[in-house]
């Protein structure tokens, strides 16, 4: 029954920060973007990531 009831509640959407004008056009709410938990552990990744660390020391050295 509770798998039934389940299937018929609405979820709520997950807000991805896209936005839209009223001419059509696409844009990023960056508050709400980068609040976002995957986000935050991709750029987290990045900052940590040992190819990058070794990118930045090479322009560093110029």
Do not use: W
């Not at 018929?8 to 991805?16: G, H």
């Not at 920060?17 to 056009?25: A, D, M, P, Q, Y």
């Not at 709410?29 to 987290?44: G, L, P, Q, S, T």
Request: net charge positive; hydrophobic share 30%.
């Amino acid at each position: 029954m509770m798998s039934l009831i389940n299937l018929f509640k609405k979820s709520t959407p997950k807000d991805t920060g896209l936005r839209g004008t009223t001419e059509g056009r696409l844009y990023v709410d960056k508050k709400v973007f980068y609040n976002r938990k995957e986000v935050r552990e991709a750029i987290k990744s990045l900052k940590e990531s040992v190819v990058i660390k070794e990118q930045i020391e090479a322009h560093k050295c110029r």
